[in-house]
């Protein structure tokens, strides 16, 4: 199966707000989470972030738990 095309996410991916969104067409979008209790973020931040003061590290990344289906 091939993986959905998206940009890389930068700290997207390793971010517990993240909740990581593939469409049947075969493109993935990054899902902030935060946006829903608070407007400073965009609900679908423009991608690559390199930098955001709501990052919190997942104990796992959801891209890569994504990957291996765990
Ligand atoms: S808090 Fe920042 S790093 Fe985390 S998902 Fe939202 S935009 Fe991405």
């Known amino acids: 199966m091939t993986q959905p095309y998206s940009p890389p996410p930068g700290l997207c991916a390793a971010c517990e707000n993240v909740k990581i969104i593939d469409t ?11 946006a829903e ?25 959801v891209a890569a738990e994504m990957e291996t289906g765990d």
Do not use: M, N, T
């Not at 049947?24 to 935060?34: D, E, N």
């Open 24 to 34: 049947r067409k075969g493109s993935r979008f990054y899902l902030c989470q935060l």
């Open 37 to 61: 209790v608070d407007a400073r973020f965009p609900r679908y931040p423009r991608i690559p972030v390199l930098r955001c003061h709501g990052f919190r590290e997942a104990e796992v990344p």
